[in-house]
């Protein structure tokens, strides 16, 4: 018997079961314990049920960037930008994104809108 599949397919079933609110309420609790990859696993069903939805979205691409899926957190980053230029918290990430993949040109106009949406402006 094949046990390394029928634990991927319970592990699978486990991350999937439940509501899309089950399942962001389970995502959240994964995020938090610092369990980024399980929270990326269940999140992913959710943002594909849920698309428009910002929040879920937002958090698969923080939980791509601190379980080190960079190129994965800058495609979540990216769309939520395209669809709302003016989230703050979505720039701030995706230009840190690009900074930890050492494309610090390419970071800099988004943190430095994401401060000016926040109101970080530069002291003279």
């Known amino acids: 018997m094949d046990t390394t599949y029928e634990t991927t397919t319970d592990a699978t079933a486990y991350y999937a ?3 899309p609110a089950e399942r962001w309420e389970r995502a959240q609790l994964f995020f938090g314990a610092k369990e980024y990859a399980a929270a990326a696993r269940v999140l992913v069903a959710v943002v594909e049920e849920e698309p428009e939805q910002t929040g879920p979205r937002l958090l698969l691409a923080r939980a791509y960037y601190h379980s ?3 190129r994965r957190a800058e495609a979540e980053l990216r769309t939520i930008v395209e669809r709302d230029p003016v989230e703050h918290y979505a720039r701030l990430m995706l ?7 050492g494309r610090h040109e390419e970071a800099g106009p988004h943190l430095r809108l994401a401060a000016a949406l926040n109101g970080d402006f530069p002291q003279d």
């Open 17 to 19: 079961h439940g509501t």
């Open 68 to 70: 080190a899926q960079l």
């Open 95 to 101: 230009g840190r994104t690009l900074e930890r993949q």
